[in-house]
């Protein structure tokens, strides 16, 4: 499973003062929309929260942007279908000077049409290269 479509239509950003959709409390502009213009994460747990809004606001261009080359795919198809709805972070280990990081996470989601709902808990792994987090690949929890 991947994440998918967001409320908002595709392709369309929150106003800078929404309330980011990774669930941060913060503004946008300041949490991940900077983030989603090329700003570097400063913790893998920010670059998870902004690839959560990414995904949310099908931005595919920053998942591959934000995924480590060594396991970034050729093309990402997101599902049109699925909207995500909320992250909910369990644990973040790594510090903003470290080259290594997990983040344990729950995003939940419905699926148009059929209003399904579930839950994707992963934890994932992420690399420092260059200055910059980037996503490594990451364990799906199948309970």
Known sequence: MSFGAASLPRGRRPDADSPCPCGSGGAFSTCCGSLLDGVAAPTAERLMRSRFTAFALGDAAHLLASWHPATRPDRLELDEDLRWERLDIDAAEGREDDVR???????????????????????SRFRRLDGRWLYVDGVIDPA
């Open 101 to 123: 990081a997990t983040v344990a996470f729950r995003a939940s989601w419905r699926e148009r049409g059929t209003g399904a709902r579930g839950v994707l808990a992963e934890r």
